[in-house]
């Protein structure tokens, strides 16, 4: 199972200063609360392209796997956090332990994959990481992807979670894969996994971009 790095800033869902840190410096402050509260405004866009049963990956404490419940959407949320899967669990939705490359239940008869939250980042390679979704999807079916804003291109590396020390915690999480992908960087990389994008959008200053199979 891929190391989890984000555990100890999602158990500690009432507290801030909790950071993203990239290999080439870069930070990126972690919205713990906005992960463990309601569905916010901008994933409406999201939810209403989910058509029909939808894959949440990486889906924390399951805010967006909520959101498609309420929407009326068969929805699964998949994180490798034990934590998180409880949080979501407890929230009343259906959720799994399991690192997202290993086997998932009804490969290939999914209508929706989605990647919020950075999650583009998962395995530090985003053609590897939409290939998978690829494969989880049927023939028709698209990817839901949040990506950076223009400028940052696509980034792969290392990246590690820092937290403020307290007694008993360290004060840095464990080193792991991580990667980011900008709305321009998405079509070669897409291209490469076997998708096209058909639609870039932005809601409440965040962008998004929906994948599905190329040559449809």
């Keep these: 199972m891929t190391a989890d790095g984000f555990a100890a800033a999602l158990r500690d869902r009432a507290a801030g200063g909790h950071w993203l840190v990239h290999g080439d410096g870069a930070r990126q402050r972690l919205?713990?609360?906005r992960w463990h509260g309601?569905?916010?405004?901008a994933t409406a866009v999201v939810?209403?392209?989910c058509a029909g049963p939808t894959l949440d990956l990486g889906c924390g404490p399951g805010r967006l796997t909520l959101a498609l419940a309420r929407a009326g959407t068969t929805a699964v949320g998949v994180d490798i956090c034990a934590y998180a899967v409880?949080?979501?669990?407890?929230?009343?939705?259906?959720?799994?332990?399991?690192?997202?490359?290993?086997?998932?239940?009804g490969e290939g008869r999914w209508a929706h994959a989605v990647l919020l939250d950075g999650n583009i980042g998962i395995g530090g390679d985003p053609v590897a990481l939409l290939a998978r979704c690829r494969g989880l999807l049927d023939a028709a079916g698209t990817v839901l992807v949040e990506l950076e804003p223009p400028g940052t291109g696509l980034w792969q590396g290392h990246a590690r979670v820092t937290s403020p020390p307290r007694p008993g915690r360290a004060a840095l999480g464990p080193v792991f894969r991580w990667a980011r992908l900008d709305i321009r960087a998405v079509h070669g990389v897409a291209a490469r996994a076997g998708l096209a994008v058909r639609d870039l959008f932005r809601a409440r200053g965040r962008w998004f971009g929906e994948l599905g199979p190329s040559g449809r």
């Design 38 to 41: 309601a569905p916010e405004p």
């Design 86 to 105: 409880a949080a979501a669990r407890a929230r009343g939705v259906v959720a799994l332990r399991r690192d997202l490359f290993d086997p998932l239940p």
């Design 47 to 49: 939810v209403a392209r």
């Design 31 to 33: 919205p713990v609360r």
